[in-house]
């Protein structure tokens, strides 16, 4: 057969570079029948189709097909793969911090793929790159900088986000690190409730790991100011440089919301006392709690939008904390989280534009590149590659909801959640354990019949004397856990999710949580009451483990 022949095929699988309606149609009608196909996956269970096993090892066996095949038969094979796959709009999946996707911004996405822009430059992107330099301006508003001044570029990731806060602060404590490797002296800060992420940052870099200096939290999941306060004057006593504190807005297990005002004022106070030629940069790891900067407006004694008290003090509560973003040197957002887009849509702002020239390359090192053209944000980004599916389905989203409608979805998926801690507070066999946190994540346990709830689980966090109390109980939730998951798998039930350790005990335990995460704004109080109800059915399920029994009492 000619290549010709072949070609001619090759080009059907594309869209046309002009308009032809024959076959823009089939283009259309292509991803029509794919989304029929996914549609058809569908069931009562919040999942598509059925649980199958992936079998890894022959996955890693598979090999190039010798010939071509259809976009129709392509399409089948790929939309196999969608099988098992959680659905997170679902309202019986609590499961984690992923969201449900809105159609604008799905379309976002389509769109971007459709034509791939490189918003690595505005003659790649055209008017791709204006739509993240809006975003960038909408964001920077709703935390409080100053438009003027602030800039900010999309990345890969909420790593990414904190990579990028980490460089700038390291090359403002260090001068020439671009450029002459890593000093040995500089060190970062973080919480020990704060992401895993930090320490891939540090190794990543050049850092190291043994210079991520790790705080302890409160109570509250908040860093503890005073023990940041001895370990950062410590370090600079020591001769170090401070590459960064992190602050976490919005943990990842609990919600915790580190005091970034404290934080702050406490940096300028040691540049003052140790008269530093740097100010250390914080960075503020807001990618879950960033969206609720939409209620630094909103006024709380009126509630207009009616929300219930406990709900508008949940609200009041996190807004305390997240008000003060725009004191941060540089802020990490994710809308693939808070903000309901597909991944990967990751924002980093930079309170002052400048900033970014810490990281900038001489153009002649670049010689194909920016020789027109007036946005090329490719000068300073770690990627040479930025695709505009983020930009644009962000912008899609900050569209679609307003300022308004993010205060609805946010403010329902936290009455949610107070709805599931009041019905959890209300039976005598689960507790809540991050009540003091404000956020759409409920952390609790479950515990055997004659447990004192209200007392057992500060016992076990404070008095290592429970450490055998502890252990069994950890095992307990376990067995909830598992008799829950395999329960939801058979469409009976809500889908939630584990941690092995939300954190760790005073005396080095960890403390194994059950953790419902909504999500979704199809979640309802019914869906809410599932969740309670199927607990509770756990704990009859396995109240004969004799075990846990004789471990519930000191």
Known sequence: MNYRDILENIRLAFPQPTSDPIHDSYFVHSIMRALDQVDALKTHLPMLGSIVSADFEEARQTALPDAMSSVEDVTAELIGYLRGMTIFGHPRTQQNVIPPTTIPSVIGVLIASLYNPNIAWDEYSHLVALAEVEVVGMTAKMVGYDTEKASGVFTFGGTGTTLYGVKLGLEKASPGTMQNGTPEEAVVFVSDAGHYCATNIVGWLGMGTNNLVTIPTTYENEIDLSQLETAVREALTNGKKIAAIIATLGTTDAFGLDDLESIVALRDTLVDEFQLDYRPHIHADAVIGWAWSVFNNYDIEKNTLGFRPRTVRALAGACRRIRHLSLADSVGIDFHKTGFTPYISSLVLVKDQEDLNLVKRHPEQMPYLYHFGEHRPGMYTLETSRAGTGPLAALANLRLFGEQGLQVILGHIVEMTQLLREH?????????????????????????????????????????????????????????????????????GVVISTTDCYRQTNYGEPILALKSYILSPFVDETDVESVVAKVLEARSAVAGNSTCATASHK
């Open 424 to 492: 959890l507070e209300g039976h005598a066999g689960t507790t809540v354990l991050n009540r003091d946190n404000f956020g759409t994540v409920t952390l609790f346990r479950a515990y055997p019949e004659g447990v004192d709830t209200f007392s057992i689980k500060r016992h076990e966090f404070e008095d290592a004397a429970y450490r055998e109390s502890l252990l069994a109980h950890n095992a307990y939730n376990q067995e909830i856990f598992q008799y829950v998951h395999s329960e939801a798998m058979e469409g009976r």
